[in-house]
């Protein structure tokens, strides 16, 4: 009876409850790294002076030094970090355990190279090189991130169709559902970065020797993009759901309506994704341009979410016309 009960508990910031293996391995996995960060330099300081080898040049030669406490706490303090914003940050959590072992296993590897190259030698110029050793750490620190990414992203398949509310569609009948949002911010921030290019040319005319390109470009881009991801509109027909960005409507993003799994309502904010804009998180995709309701989307195993207004109905009728592809024979 308690085997049940302790895989359905989940805890704050989306933790299993005590019992739950993934999770107890997870916690022995960041004690197990911080142990060997802390212990193993100190267990083999009679085997060096205090002033550590921590920097070598191309070539494999020592080029740079700290100290002990140093060697120790910098490599913890990161650590801490790493586990507490996989912890608590939410847009982070489906990637916890990736983050985790990958971070983990770098950060271990440089401590190992690191106590091993200055191993019997009484001087850190005279500390062996760590090449073989850093690149054997950066190869399974891959592997694992790798490993983890596949292992999410078949996870995030096993939806079900035309899960989640539905909107009934009478017979012989079409439902069409419009919405938009737009963000006054972008809009300013569009504007001062495209004045900004345009001060950048008008004073470059004067002398053209100078590249003031390189500094036009970067104002140029950035107007554009803030500009075509301060609004957005989206339509769901029965063909599927399409989301047109910026006041011209391009670029525009289509999913058929066969390749959409479910759809649903959720409350996101920028803090959980990010920012604002088109955001990338352990969420998914994300065009967030304002906090609250945002109309998600699972297709051919990824999550898409744009925030606009009545994305309750919205998720109903994709979720009604996803069912529809599946029910037809």
């Known amino acids: 009876m308690s085997g049940s009960k302790d895989r359905g508990e989940r805890g704050p910031g989306g933790l299993a409850g005590p019992g739950s293996g993934p999770v107890w391995g997870?916690?022995?996995?960041?004690?197990?790294?911080?142990?060997?960060?802390?212990?193993?330099?100190l267990a083999a300081r009679r085997g060096f002076e205090d002033l550590l080898a921590t920097h070598w040049n191309a070539s494999g030669e020592p080029d740079g030094a700290h100290r002990l406490w140093a060697v120790v706490?910098?490599?913890?303090?990161?650590?801490?970090?790493?586990?507490?914003?996989?912890?608590?940050?939410?847009?982070?959590?489906?990637?916890?355990?990736?983050?985790?072992?990958?971070?983990?296993?770098?950060?271990?590897g440089?401590?190992?190279?690191?106590?091993?190259?200055?191993?019997?030698?009484?001087?850190?110029?005279d500390a062996d090189p760590v090449t073989g050793g850093a690149v054997v750490t950066v190869v399974v620190a891959g592997a694992a991130g790798l490993?983890?990414?596949?292992?999410?992203?078949?996870?995030?398949?096993?939806?079900?169709?035309?899960?989640g509310p539905r909107m009934v569609i009478p017979a012989g009948e079409r439902r069409v559902w419009l919405a938009s949002t737009e963000n006054p911010w972008l809009y300013l921030l569009s504007a001062v970065t495209g004045v900004g290019a345009l001060a950048t040319l008008l004073i470059g005319l004067g002398d053209p020797s100078e590249p003031r390109w390189l500094l036009m470009t970067p104002f140029l881009f950035a107007s554009i993009s803030l500009l075509a991801f301060s609004s957005v509109r989206v339509r769901v027909t029965e063909r599927g759901m399409d989301v047109a960005f910026g006041?011209?409507?391009?670029?525009?993003?289509?999913?058929?309506?066969?390749d959409i799994e479910w759809a649903r309502a959720e409350?996101?904010?920028?803090?959980?994704?990010?920012?604002?804009?088109?955001?990338?998180?352990?969420?998914?995709?994300?065009?967030?341009?304002?906090?609250?309701a945002c109309l998600v989307i699972r297709a051919k195993g990824k999550d898409f979410a744009v925030s606009v207004d009545d994305a309750e109905r919205g998720a109903a009728l994709l979720n009604s016309l996803a069912g529809a592809h599946v029910e037809q024979p």
């Not at 997870?26 to 330099?41: K, N, S």
């Not at 440089?110 to 110029?125: C, K, M, P, T, Y």
């Not at 990414?149 to 096993?158: D, P, Q, W």
Request: net charge positive; glycine share 12%; hydrophobic share 50%.
């Open 26 to 41: 997870m916690a022995a996995w960041a004690a197990g790294i911080l142990a060997l960060l802390v212990g193993l330099p």
């Open 73 to 108: 706490l910098v490599p913890v303090a990161i650590w801490i970090v790493v586990v507490t914003s996989a912890v608590f940050w939410r847009a982070a959590r489906r990637w916890r355990g990736t983050v985790l072992v990958s971070c983990g296993v770098l950060l271990a």
């Open 110 to 125: 440089e401590q190992v190279s690191i106590v091993r190259a200055n191993l019997s030698h009484a001087d850190w110029h």
């Open 147 to 163: 490993v983890g990414v596949l292992v999410n992203g078949r996870r995030a398949s096993t939806a079900s169709r035309g899960q």
């Open 247 to 258: 006041p011209l409507g391009w670029p525009v993003r289509r999913w058929k309506a066969a």
């Open 267 to 292: 409350n996101r904010s920028p803090a959980q994704v990010g920012g604002w804009g088109y955001r990338l998180s352990g969420l998914g995709t994300t065009v967030m341009l304002r906090s609250g």
